[in-house]
């Protein structure tokens, strides 16, 4: 039987759209519902284009009622996956959930996370520092921010030349090229799999 994904988003969707076309072609896992608390995020579009559900919710929802964690057991929901997810994740969702909440981000953590921490305000924050190298982090999600297990990291270099929209293209190519097989890896529990190796923390 294939393992159960929701994924949750709040904007553009370019990593939700990726992880569901890897799995559309993997008989490993699938994904069930993407859910979004703005309801003009591009990645309702991107997943209504795949057949995919949607739901989308408010903060009251999220925060006041248990209807989005009905949902997820309705749907027998296995794995949530945060992808560009901007809320705080609530505390029953993640009690039901036991390491089974994941998320991706922009930066080499514990470096760049936290709040205000998200998108072009940490590329900029990577030149403004001159770093030489930035990345990508996948890691469980806890009551905290960004503080969660660290499951995987992949790295960049920064050029001195390098612009924050520079950075944000080589993130992009990161995230695109290993966050569907870091989840398939973990659903699966292979964290020997040669193509991820020297990867996983
Ligand atoms: C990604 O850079 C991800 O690392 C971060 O938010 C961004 C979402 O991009 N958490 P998209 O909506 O998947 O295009």
Redesign the pocket.
């Known amino acids: 039987m294939k393992t159960r994904i929701a994924i949750f ?1 709040s ?6 759209e990726n992880i569901i076309r890897y799995f559309l072609k993997r008989d490993t896992a699938e994904v069930l519902l993407v859910l979004s608390n703005s309801p003009k995020a591009k ?1 309702l579009e991107r997943a209504k284009a795949l057949n995919i559900s949607v739901v989308t919710f408010s903060k009251e929802d999220f925060y006041m009622s248990e209807s989005v964690l009905n949902r997820l057991l309705n749907e027998k929901i296995d794995w949530i996956i945060l ?2 997810f901007l809320l705080k994740f609530p505390e029953p969702i993640l009690q039901h959930f036991k390491n089974k909440v994941i998320n ?3 930066a080499l953590l514990p470096k760049y996370g936290g709040k205000g921490m ?2 072009m305000n940490i590329h900029k924050a990577i030149v403004e520092k001159k770093e030489s190298e930035t990345g ?1 982090t996948i890691h469980f999600v806890n009551e905290n921010y960004d503080e969660g297990k660290i499951i995987f990291q992949a790295k960049t270099e920064v050029l001195g030349t390098d612009t924050p929209e520079i950075i944000a293209k080589k ?1 992009h190519t990161l ?1 695109q090229q290993y966050f569907p097989k870091v989840i398939e890896n973990l659903i699966t529990e292979n964290p020997q799999d040669t193509r991820l190796r020297g990867h996983m923390q």
């Open positions: 988003a904007g553009n969707g370019s990593n939700a990645v992808a560009g991706i981000h922009p998200y998108g990508i993130i995230e």
